[in-house]
């Protein structure tokens, strides 16, 4: 069956270091995949976007890569900042239809 | 421009008492989602309306949850009776289908607590 995997254990990193999240899918062959922060109390926010036939994708401090090879998208976030901790989603579309299936999220701590 | 706009925020029921949440999406958006979020986990999908036409509602339990959409805008999700196992946050979602990656925009969420 499908599967999406994200780290449960949360990511505890000093502040202006580089966070990097996982996420890994099986049994999946998604033309896209997306990212949301999602903050305590709050519903998630869209932060990118990358497609299958794009390596990595920018946004300020924030980079996504996407290998189709290894079912494995990673989550950049380059000289963190305490404002940055919060839970990250990876999300996959279900076939060709719009449902998205998300992960269960990895939590990100930057300490000051 | 506003964002999607849910009620109540919080709300907290004994178990058998029916209970109801609203959204409103954000203008022009044309597909609204209804999602539940437990502790420590993704949002899942419980229902997708395009307009006023619910398109999947297959992970809906139709046993006590119903939902509707008139008009195409606001939606409301209901249960009834209430579960202690319904105590979550039921997310609402809305998006423009003329995207074809389903970027969506979530609501805060309303949080369940069923005693």
């Known amino acids: 069956s499908q599967k999406i995997e994200q780290n449960s254990e949360a990511l505890n990193i000093q502040e202006g270091k580089t966070a990097t999240l996982t996420c890994n899918y099986t049994?999946?062959?998604?033309?896209?995949l997306q990212w949301y922060r999602q903050d305590p109390g709050r519903g998630p926010v869209f932060l990118l976007l990358?497609?299958?036939?794009?390596k990595e994708k920018r946004k300020e401090r924030l980079k996504v890569t996407f290998d189709t090879t290894l079912k494995q998208s990673l989550f950049h976030i380059t000289a963190s900042q305490p404002a940055d901790s919060a839970t990250y989603l990876c999300?996959?579309?279900?076939?060709?239809?719009?449902?998205?299936?998300f992960g269960s999220g990895t939590r990100l701590l930057v300490r000051p | 421009e506003a964002g999607v706009v849910q009620s109540p925020r919080y709300k907290i029921i004994e178990k058998k008492q029916p209970v109801a949440f609203w959204c409103n999406p954000i203008s022009g958006h044309n597909t609204l989602y209804w999602y539940l979020q437990n502790l420590g986990q993704g949002p899942e999908l419980l229902i997708r309306?395009?307009?006023?036409?619910?398109?999947?509602d297959s992970q809906l339990p139709k046993d006590r949850f119903s939902a509707e959409r008139l008009k195409g805008v606001d939606s409301t999700l209901k249960i009834q009776p209430a579960e202690l196992g319904d105590s979550a946050v039921y997310l609402c979602?809305?998006?423009?289908?003329?995207?074809?990656?389903?970027?969506?925009?979530f609501g805060p969420g309303t949080r369940l607590t069923v005693l």
């Open positions: 049994n999946y062959s998604p033309a896209y």
């Open positions: 309306y395009e307009n006023e036409e619910a398109v999947d």
């Open positions: 990358i497609r299958e036939n794009e």
């Open positions: 999300a996959l579309p279900l076939g060709s239809s719009y449902k998205l299936i």
């Open positions: 979602a809305s998006s423009f289908s003329g995207e074809r990656t389903d970027t969506q925009y």
